[in-house]
T-cell receptor
Framework: DGGITQSPKYLFRKEGQNVTLSCEQN?????MYWYRQDPGQGLRLIYY???????QKGDIAEGYSVSREKKESFPLTVTSAQKNPTAFYLC?????????????FGEGSRLTVL | DQQVKQNSPSLSVQEGRISILNCDYT??????FLWYKKYPAEGPTFLIS?????DKNEDGRFTVFLNKSAKHLSLHIVPSQPGDSAVYFC??????????????FGTGTRLTIIP
């Protein structure tokens, strides 16, 4: 089945450690996105990529890094510089830009910093 | 700067009645508006959208209304069913500072359908 797979679903990290969240899609979509969800704040855009080997900062990119070496993969690294990393992280993809803006989301990864 | 606002964090509706979820926006350059539905610990799923050149779009039990002069849109669900209980996000599509399309989400409304 086509879709977006995020892993791990739950992750615990000690303060000062970097952690990488995986996002893989087999929808052949060009664009991929990372969002963060916090209670009462909706979804906020961290990074997005419109094409392989290119990505742009979103609204809250500080303390995060990404790569887009393959069309189907867009991993997100939460670095120790992120001051409040505990959140629910969502990866999404879309077939093209200039459309309706519809995104297809993965199941999410919940990161907890101990 | 919250460009998309959902002022009601929660809403409870009796099963079979109409649910009305509201959303306001500030940026008149948005060209599409979307509604997403989200269950706990899952990713949002697309529900319905509307182009900024239309004022109504209907899909089964779901209808979205757009009032551009008031910068307001609403989602109507009728009749409401227990499976509709979820968090609903309003989103608006527009150009980012880099000239690419991006979605801006509201903070969500938790809808509870009472049997």
């Amino acid at each position: 089945d086509g879709g977006i797979t995020q892993s791990p679903k739950y992750l615990f990290r000690k303060e000062g450690q970097n952690v990488t969240l995986s996002c893989e899609q087999n929808l052949n979509h060009d664009a991929m996105y990372w969002y963060r969800q916090d209670p009462g704040q909706g979804l906020r855009l961290i990074y997005y990529s419109q094409i392989v080997n290119d990505f742009q900062k979103g609204d809250i990119a500080e303390g995060y890094s990404v790569s887009r070496e393959k069309k189907e993969s867009f991993p997100l690294t939460v670095t120790s510089a992120q001051k409040n990393p505990t959140a629910f992280y969502l990866c999404a993809s879309s077939p093209r830009t200039g459309g309706t803006g519809e995104l297809f989301f993965g199941e999410g990864s919940r990161l907890t910093v101990l | 700067d919250q460009q998309v606002k959902q002022n009601s964090p929660s809403l409870s509706v009796q099963e079979g009645r109409i649910s009305i979820l509201n959303c306001d926006y500030t940026n008149s350059m948005f060209d599409y508006f979307l509604w997403y539905k989200k269950y706990p610990a899952e990713g949002p799923t697309f529900l319905i959208s509307i182009s900024s050149i239309k004022d109504k779009n209907e899909d089964g039990r779901f209808t979205v209304f757009l009032n551009k002069s008031a910068k307001h849109l609403s989602l109507h669900i009728v009749p409401s069913q227990p499976g509709d209980s979820a968090v609903y996000f309003c989103a608006a599509s527009g150009l980012s500072n880099f000239g690419n399309e991006k979605l801006t989400f509201g903070t969500g409304t938790r809808l509870t359908i009472i049997p």
